[in-house]
C-alpha cells in the first residue's frame, strides 16, 4: 500500500469537512444519503484519523487545537455511525447530536479558514 502525500492526506482530511456542515440540511434527501453514508462514512475513519492528524499537525497544516477538534468530531461520527438509529437522512436533519456534528464540522473549516487564506489553500493542497 502506497503511502499518502501530506497534500493528498489534507485533501482527504478536506473533502471529508466539507462533506459535512449546516449547509448539508439545505441538501436534497438523496444527496444527504449520497455524500454522508456513501462517501463520508468511507473516507472520514482515515481522513480524521490519529496517523492523518499528526501527519498535518507535524507539518503545521493544522494546529493542535483543530486537531482536537477534529478527533471530537471523528469520535463523535464514530458513535452517530453505532447507534443505526441516528444514521440515516432523517436523523441529520432532526437530531441535536447531528446539529452538534455539522456545527463542529463549521467550526473546524472555520480555524482552517482563519489560518490560510483560499490561495494558501491551494498552494498546500498542491493546485
Excluded: C
Aim: no cysteine.
Amino acid at each position: 500500500m502506497e503511502k499518502l502525500t501530506t497534500e493528498q492526506s489534507f485533501e482527504y482530511y478536506l473533502s471529508s469537512l466539507n462533506r459535512l456542515g449546516m449547509n448539508t440540511l439545505n441538501l436534497e434527501d438523496k444527496e444527504i444519503k449520497h455524500e454522508i453514508f456513501e462517501e463520508l462514512a468511507i473516507d472520514y475513519p482515515a481522513s480524521f484519523s490519529q496517523y492523518t492528524r499528526e501527519v498535518l499537525e507535524d507539518n503545521d497544516i493544522i494546529d493542535r487545537n483543530i486537531s482536537l477538534l477534529s478527533k471530537q468530531l471523528q469520535t463523535k461520527l464514530l458513535e452517530l455511525e453505532r447507534g443505526e438509529v441516528f444514521w440515516n437522512v432523517k436523523a441529520v436533519k432532526t437530531t441535536s447530536e447531528w446539529k452538534e456534528v455539522l456545527q463542529l464540522s463549521d467550526e473546524i473549516k472555520e480555524l482552517i479558514h482563519q489560518k490560510w487564506t483560499n490561495e494558501e489553500l491551494n498552494f498546500l493542497l498542491g493546485k
